[in-house]
């Protein structure tokens, strides 16, 4: 039962802190990341996920304003 409690943990930190904003649900650029980084680690290993949502991000923010 230990085992799980680290992923989950992790998992939480992870939506709240590119969801959440001011105790308010915000959907913006980082939704874009966490979504790219899902997709990749499903087929690739995880530093190449990491790399591609740090990547989309910012192209986000950068396009997005």
Do not use: C, Y
């Not at 085992?3 to 874009?32: N, Q």
């Amino acid at each position: 039962m230990l085992e799980l409690l680290t992923p989950a943990l992790l998992t939480a930190l992870v939506i709240t802190g590119s969801f959440g904003e001011g105790g308010h649900l915000t959907i913006d650029e980082k939704a874009l990341g966490v979504g790219a980084a899902i997709a990749v680690a499903l087929r690739t290993p995880v530093i190449v996920a990491v790399v591609l949502a740090a990547v989309v991000t910012a192209l986000a923010r950068l396009f997005l304003g």
